[in-house]
């Protein structure tokens, strides 16, 4: 079985975000395998150790999102592509188009990524390769089981569960609790340095500047307020609630 991963570097999560010039500064920030998409290859590694297979993580990215393919090679994966998107402006559109002109040139059985990425959380990306692609998408999922040709999925919705079974080749996107992610073993760190490890141009995909240029435009960034510090209402429960009332409706606006 062929399975190919999507994934995305992104911030650590415990990275303190800072905004210069309108954009987050990137100096001495610590990057990681978007944790979605860790979850991703997890999966993927699951899936291979039960029907066999080769395992291909995939991203678009910078030079530096290397480092989060070789992370996924160190895990288990037999082979890393990266997407060159240096000096492109792609937002999820163009991530998604320069995917699909990739994996539609490839055999693969199974597609997965993670249910969004935690630095612009649009989740779109896969979506949009599954209709590219002309592919079943089920997102957020929780369980995968695959018999055969077909796949039964549990997908997250709102707390409650959906299963779905959908005919393979499809595209799924992993929710937290799919499963726990492996660490890196050192014997797997050493054995990445040696796997297939490709990188491609967009026009090695016979794609230009303008088939992937984004579509959306960022029109501002800023940090949320800093937190005030917390207010003691005194006076009798009435007088309190009365009081609590007047400051969400004039200082919070909440209601």
Do not use: C, W
């Not at 997908?155 to 992993?174: N, Y």
């Amino acid at each position: 079985m062929n399975v190919f991963v999507i994934l995305k570097q992104t911030f650590d999560t415990e990275e303190k975000i800072v905004i210069q010039d309108g954009k987050i500064s990137e100096d001495g920030v610590k990057f990681v395998i978007n944790p979605y998409d860790e979850y991703a290859v997890e999966e993927a590694l699951r899936v291979k150790e039960e029907h066999g297979g080769t395992v291909t993580a995939v991203s678009v990215g910078p030079g530096r999102s290397a480092e989060a393919l070789r992370s996924a090679l160190a895990m288990g994966a037999d082979e890393a592509v990266l997407i060159a998107s240096e000096g492109i402006d792609a937002d999820e559109y163009g991530v998604s188009r320069l995917l699909a002109a990739f994996l539609q040139e490839q055999s693969y059985d199974l597609i997965l990524g993670g249910n969004f990425s935690v630095d612009s959380g649009g989740g779109q990306v896969a979506i949009r390769l599954a209709k590219l692609l002309s592919l079943p998408h089920v997102s957020a999922i929780t369980k995968l089981s695959i018999n055969g040709s077909q796949a039964t999925a549990v997908r997250d919705a709102e707390g409650d569960g959906e299963t779905l079974e959908v005919q393979l080749p499809a595209v799924f996107t992993a929710q937290q609790g799919l499963n726990d992610p492996r660490y890196p073993s050192l014997p797997g760190i050493m054995k990445a340095k040696k796997k297939p490890f490709r990188e491609l141009a967009p026009a090695d995909l016979g794609l230009g500047e303008d088939d992937v240029t984004a579509k959306t435009r960022q029109t501002g960034l800023s940090l949320p307020p800093a937190r005030q510090a917390g207010k003691l209402l005194s006076g009798t429960p009435a007088e309190q609630a009365a009081e609590l009332v007047r400051l969400l409706r004039t200082e919070a606006k909440a209601i």
